[in-house]
């Protein structure tokens, strides 16, 4: 696409979830779960995180925090989950047992009443990414803001592969956020 024709991010965001809502109907989808659940365990693995920041699904996103959902106990290190706060549009991260969240955040996704903590290393579910390791989300601003306030913080975006965005077709802001990789069923980028 040329420079003429780039899409704004609204309309970008759009086109993208509407890719990946398909894409989560599709057959496919279950291999690729099994795929990235496969590389984001080995990435995982070699960051060796202190405190680890999951997220609970929402929409056709990857859900993070199944891989160590009931977790028996092999995981060495501690679990966190997002709460996010609508009218600041802020977000912390707290502690998570591991066992099935039974509350909401205020934007009605599941998180944990754990101890507010910060990870050193915490997963970003994307809607776009670039390989350059932009990342558009759904325009809350809320990780951007939260890693600008904690910017040696190792940020993993997490995505279905139909979120590749080419870095000619997203402008990056001043605000963005870059992440250190972003891990699909098909590898890390
Ligand atoms: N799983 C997950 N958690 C996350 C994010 C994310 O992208 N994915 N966020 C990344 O920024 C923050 C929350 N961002 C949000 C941005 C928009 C809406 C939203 O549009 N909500 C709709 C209802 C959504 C639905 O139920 O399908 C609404 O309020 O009308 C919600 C949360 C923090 N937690
Ligand atoms: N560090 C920041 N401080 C203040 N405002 C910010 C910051 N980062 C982002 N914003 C604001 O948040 C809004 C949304 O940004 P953007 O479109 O990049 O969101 P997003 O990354 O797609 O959303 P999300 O992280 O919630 O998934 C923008 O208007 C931007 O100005």
């Known amino acids: 696409m040329s420079a003429s ?18 894409f989560a109907a599709s057959a496919e989808v279950s291999a690729a779960t099994e795929a990235i659940a496969r590389e984001l365990r080995q990435v995982i693995d070699r960051l060796e ?16 925090a199944s891989l160590w959902i009931d977790d028996k106990g092999d995981t060495t290190f501690p679990l966190a989950l997002p709460f996010a706060r609508r009218e600041a549009r802020q977000m ?24 507010e903590v910060v990870p050193d290393v915490v997963l970003v579910p994307c809607v776009g990414f670039t390989a350059s390791g932009y990342r ?6 809320y990780f951007d803001r939260w890693l600008a306030a904690h910017p040696h913080v190792t940020a993993v975006g997490v995505a279905w592969s139909v979120g590749l965005v080419a870095d000619a077709d997203f402008t990056p802001e001043p605000h963005d956020q870059p992440l250190a990789c972003v891990v699909t069923e098909r590898g890390v980028a």
């Open 136 to 141: 558009l989300g759904y325009g809350g601003g």
């Open 5 to 22: 024709t780039r899409l704004t991010r609204p309309a970008l965001r759009a086109q993208l979830l509407a890719a990946r809502e398909r």
């Open 92 to 115: 912390h991260y707290r502690l998570w047992d591991g066992q099935a969240p039974r509350l909401k955040d205020e934007c009605g996704i599941a998180t944990s009443d754990g101890a």
């Open 49 to 64: 995180p202190e405190c680890l920041g999951l997220y609970w699904a929402m929409r056709s996103e990857f859900n993070a």
